[in-house]
């Protein structure tokens, strides 16, 4: 099992935490006037993989001020190819993923911000949906969870799919709340059937989260 060692660089650790308190955190309980259920239920220290549901580009910074530890995010590989936003969401603890295969890479960086005591964060559908809800789930974060036998944190982020809207210039300040689940134990094995199990587990447990509502 993978246990948070507290090895990042300072200079990465502490520019995190700059970003977080002088901007990203302000800016997020004034504006989205953010509530928060369940932060109890994060643990302080050791792996963790943080699976959560996906409708807004705003939903990692949202996230990372809500579970009193760095989180490293799983992204797109594309969205490393844009010059300023590559250094943007580095700074913010995303590393490249390959969508359409299990990438040993995105493992192996999952793996070092385990070792580092960051949360390593999946979006469990992997692209954003219309309502938030989890319809399609993938097997990464179980695939992940089974090869460094860290538990999954499922997490649900209710009302981020509108602080964008087609056609409306400007960021919506929108109520948005967040709630965290129950411990999942990780796979016994990274065989299909038991990485299945787990991901429908945490599906689940999500969409029964968001269905709470505000």
Known sequence: MVEGKNREPLASWASYHLLKWSLVS????????????????VPQSGGLIAVINHA???????????????????????????????????LYGA??????TG?????????????SGWIAAVFLQGT????????????GAAWIAAKTQVPLLPISLWGTEKVISKG???VKPVPVTVRIGDIIAPPSSSKKDDLKAVTEQCASAINTLHDMGR
């Open 168 to 170: 409306f210039p400007f």
């Open 95 to 100: 590393y490249p993923v390959k969508r359409s």
């Open 103 to 115: 990438d040993r890479a995105a493992l192996r960086a999952a793996t070092k911000a385990l070792e």
């Open 56 to 90: 807004s580009y705003f939903d990692p910074p949202l996230l990372s001020n809500c579970v009193r530890r760095p989180v490293a995010f799983m992204a797109k590989e594309e969205l490393f190819k844009t010059p300023g936003l590559k250094q943007a969401i580095e």
């Open 26 to 41: 302000p800016l997020l309980h004034t504006y989205f006037r953010i509530k928060i259920y369940g932060a109890e239920k």
């Open 128 to 139: 954003r949906s219309n309502d938030g809800r989890v319809t399609d789930p993938k097997l």
